[in-house]
C-alpha cells in the first residue's frame, strides 16, 4: 500500500497526482526550490533581533535603531572601507575607523560594540565616526548640544542612535549654550555670567542663549541597555568614545564611570594643565593606561595608526580608494588620483 503525501485543502481530500510516483517524481523538484530559498536567506544581512528604542530613551531620535553583533559586522561589513565623503578631517577619519576595524576583528561574533562621538557636529563635515558607521555597520551614538547641530545630524545620521542633549555633572538638569553662529565647530557651554557678559559686548559672532537638557553616557548607555534582552545586556560596552566638546572634556568624562571604554581620543588642546591631570587619572580609574599625546588630541589603548605601520595587505584590503586628502579640482584621473590611498596598486 502506497502513502498519500497530506495536503491543506478546503475538502480535507488529497488532490489527484500527489501520492505514489507523481510525488517521488516531484520531490527532487520541491528539494531544489528549497535549496534555492535556503541560499537567498543564507546570503541575505539578518534582520537584527537587538532593537534600540528611543522614543523610550527620551531622547529626540524617533526612529527605532537596529544594534548589530560584533559577528554580524564582521560579516557584513563594507570592504574596501573608501567612503569618500570624509568632511574636513580626512586622515582623522581614516585613522578612526583603522582603530574601530583592529579592535572589532579581535572580539567575540557575541560582543555589541558600540563607538560614541560626543561633540558630533553636524554628523558630516566634523564627525569622525562616520566611516566606521558607513563601513562596518558599526553601533554608533553621537551626543551633540546644539540644537542648530543636532537638527542637520539628526537627518543626516538617521541610521545611527543621535542625541540632542549635553553631558553635565551629576546635579544639573540643563545647561545654558551660546552658539558661534560664525563657526558652528565652537558652540560653547557657558556658566550665566558668561553669558551677560557676552550679550553687553553684543559680539556678532554669538547667537542666542540655549537651554539645553543635561544626561550623561552612563544614563544613555543604562537605557539602551534596558533594550536589549538580560542575557545580551553585559554585551554591550563601549568599544571606542571620541570626545570634542570645546574644554568641557572634563564634565563628560564624570558621568563615565559604569562603562568602561576600550579605546578613547580626546581633545585636549583647550584644557588647562589641572584639566589634563583629570582626564589622566580617569583614564587610568578605567585601565586605559598613561596613553599618548597626537597633536592636539590624547589617544588611549591605540592600536598601531596608519602612518606608524608600513602598508600591509590588510591596510590596502581596508582603505583601497579611499582619500588620504582633498583631490585636486581637475578632470585629470592621474592628478585627481593621487588623492586616493593604493590607487592603482
Known amino acids: 500500500m502506497q502513502l498519500s503525501r497530506p495536503v491543506n485543502n478546503k475538502n480535507g481530500t488529497v ?24 541560499t537567498t536567506v543564507w546570503q541575505m544581512p539578518p534582520s537584527p533581533a537587538l532593537i534600540f528604542d528611543s522614543i523610550a530613551s527620551s ?11 560584533a559577528g554580524e559586522m564582521k560579516r557584513f561589513m563594507r570592504l574596501p ?9 580626512l586622515s582623522d577619519s581614516n585613522e578612526m575607523a583603522n582603530q574601530v576595524y583592529q579592535s572589532l576583528m579581535e572580539l567575540k ?16 563635515t566634523k564627525s569622525l565616526s562616520l566611516k566606521s558607521s558607513i563601513c562596518f555597520r558599526m ?10 547641530n543636532y ?65 550623561s553616557i552612563d544614563q544613555e548607555l543604562d537605557k539602551l541597555a534596558l533594550q536589549l534582552p538580560i542575557s545580551q545586556r553585559g554585551k554591550l560596552f563601549i568599544l571606542l568614545l571620541i570626545l570634542d566638546v570645546e574644554g568641557y572634556e572634563t564634565t563628560a568624562i564624570d558621568g563615565i564611570n559604569k562603562y568602561s571604554p576600550k579605546k578613547v581620543y580626546i581633545e585636549t588642546n583647550k584644557l588647562d594643565e589641572e584639566q589634563q591631570i583629570q582626564i589622566q587619572e580617569w583614564a587610568e580609574s578605567h585601565g586605559l593606561g598613561e596613553g599618548r599625546q597626537y597633536g592636539q588630541d590624547r589617544q588611549y589603548k591605540f592600536h598601531p595608526t596608519i602612518e606608524e605601520k608600513k602598508p600591509s595587505n590588510l591596510t590596502k584590503q581596508l582603505f583601497y580608494g579611499a582619500r588620504n586628502y582633498t583631490p585636486k579640482d581637475t578632470h585629470r584621473t592621474s592628478e585627481a588620483s593621487q588623492a586616493y590611498m593604493f590607487y592603482g596598486e
Open 139 to 148: 553601533n554608533t551614538m553621537l551626543i551633540e548640544a546644539s540644537p542648530s
Open 151 to 215: 537638527k542637520v545630524l539628526q537627518k543626516a545620521r538617521n541610521y545611527d542612535i543621535t542625541i540632542n542633549k549635553a553631558l553635565c555633572e551629576d546635579d544639573v538638569e540643563n545647561i545654558v549654550m551660546i552658539e558661534n553662529t560664525a563657526n558652528s565647530g565652537e558652540n560653547k557651554i557657558v556658566n550665566r555670567d558668561h553669558v551677560e557678559a557676552n550679550e553687553k559686548k553684543k559680539n556678532k559672532k554669538s547667537g542666542g542663549r540655549i537651554s539645553v537638557t543635561c544626561t
Open 15 to 38: 488532490p489527484a497526482g500527489t501520492a505514489g510516483s507523481s510525488w517521488k517524481a516531484n520531490r527532487w523538484l520541491c528539494f531544489f526550490v528549497i535549496a534555492m530559498l535556503w
Open 109 to 124: 561574533d557575541d560582543a555589541i560594540p558600540l563607538v560614541i562621538e560626543v561633540g558630533g557636529h553636524d554628523g558630516i
Open 81 to 89: 572601507c573608501n567612503y569618500v565623503h570624509d568632511g574636513f578631517y
Open 59 to 69: 531622547t529626540t531620535t524617533s526612529e527605532s535603531k537596529p544594534l548589530w553583533t
